[in-house]
């Protein structure tokens, strides 16, 4: 596995989209008029579970292929297992594809086409390259053989074909319980390829399902429905990740077998998003959302596109990422620093900023009148300056971060200490003149004096300040509530990805009196905190509560 370091994210980030073998594919099959003009793709989940964020590549990719040789992408359904399948799952995925920017061209599902399935079945049967096997899983495992050694022939594998028309007709019918018999492809023992070794196409389950009811209690398995699947849509370019390549050879072998198709797809692999610090796998999500570890698949802290929608990831983002990273045939973990760059470069062009604190000191400036309020002119956004500004109240009580405070100051540290000056952003140069303490020893507020003459915007020339930090006027602020995350998995001590019990950190801070407008999903930047939204749920008219969405470089480190 190759990481990108985080010390190239930038490089990475700055450079063009990366080459996509996928499309020098297409278009040479576009030169030979493989498909004549054509170009069909598809996106085919399971729905099984919420999608991911390495999903989101793989939406990406097929629908921008299919855009940009104005074809058509669909989106269907892989439900041939009955037992795994939710509609809830349906109605997330196709609000993902949506809020991703896409819109298929036809929903379909797997289902749709089981009775053609059933008939490539009976054409393999009928050529004698399918027969009943009445072997348990267990025992076709065994008789598979190894990677090292070839597998052995099933006793029933010289069935006629009169005996398997009839075993599988009786399959159809129901006589028989689940795992007494299944339909195997009639191939290889030997082949080397562990999937060509007489691979189980159908099975049976006696369960309702979601679609089709009761019609059926015969399944096909995926690798026998897929390549039917594309075939009979018209799909050109089945565009899967890697683990398929080695099911590549039965793809093409069903459909060549079954000879419906004069202008057959072909599959293509490309690598699968893998992401430092994140779990991509579904059956561990779900045993998180299952066990209660997060609050749901769309906890802010999972790698579900509902969880990232949910932390204030933007769809644009999430689409130049992917455009980024690029497609390859090689396996490669991405260092999640790289996705985060490019949501906080998307946002630091859209939102605007506001004074938040956490950990609030409380500021007395005893120099300044006690019945006077100052509405402080404070620029929303300082790369777009099309945004403007906003009138920030500031008055004679004021709160600052308790990481702007140090009463013993370490090296380089150029906030506000006793005896120093620093400019309070968009208003006065302050100096901190005392400590008061609790009897604790906690410190109850800080006693400054402000130079009426450094008011920001008045042309002041005067002396410099090394220090710029942010305030709240104490009279007006509103209370917020602020949900810091950081990663839901981390390395442990042995290098095995583990749970962070620090992956979520609530705290309270005070916000200038704006906040208090703020809608659920609305962004902003904290000044010096990072990108912040107002959470979907959790946020009412009366209580605001932030997601952090992804943090600031700051210019000094604890």
Known sequence: M???????????????????????????????????????TRFPPEPNGYLHIGHAKSICLNFTTAEKYNGKCNLRYDDTNPVKEDTEYVDSIEEDVRWLGFQWDERLWASDYFDEMYECAIILIKKGKAYVCDLNSEQIREYRGTLKEPGRESPYRGRSIEENLKFFDEMKQGNFSDGEKVLRAKIDM??????MRDPVIYRIAHAEHHNTGNKWCIYPMYDFAHPIEDAIEGITHSICTLEFEDHRPLYDWVLREVGKWPAPPQQIEFARLNLTNTVMSK?????????????????????????IRRRG????????????????????????????????EDLKQKVENRNVVENPIKIIITNYPEDVTEE?????????????????????????DGDDFMEIPVKKYFRLFPGNEVRFKGAYFITCDEVIKNDDGSIKELLCTYDPETKSGSGFEGRKVKGTIHWVDARTAVKIKIRNYDYLMIEDENGQQAMNPE???ETVAYAEPSIAEADPGERFQFFRKGYYIADEKLTTSDEKVFNKIVGLKSSWKK
């Open 2 to 40: 190759v990481d990108i370091k985080k010390e190239n994210i930038r490089e990475e980030a700055g450079n063009e989209a990366a080459s996509n073998f996928i499309h020098n594919i297409i278009d040479k099959d576009l030169e030979t008029q493989k498909y004549g003009d054509k170009v069909h």
């Open 503 to 505: 992956s979520l950190v």
């Open 313 to 344: 990831y933007t769809p644009e983002a999430v689409r130049d990422f992917c455009e980024r990273i690029g497609v390859s045939k090689a396996n490669s973990t991405v260092d999640i620093g790289l996705l985060e760059h490019c949501v906080r």
């Open 190 to 195: 030997a082949s080397p390829n562990m999937n």
């Open 376 to 400: 402080m002119e404070i620029e929303n956004n300082r790369e777009v300056p099309e945004m403007g500004n906003r009138k920030v109240p500031f008055s004679r009580e004021l709160y600052v």
């Open 283 to 307: 059956r561990y999500l779900k045993a998180m959302v299952d066990e209660g570890t997060v609050d749901g698949w769309d906890d802010p802290r999972m790698p579900t596109i509902a969880g």
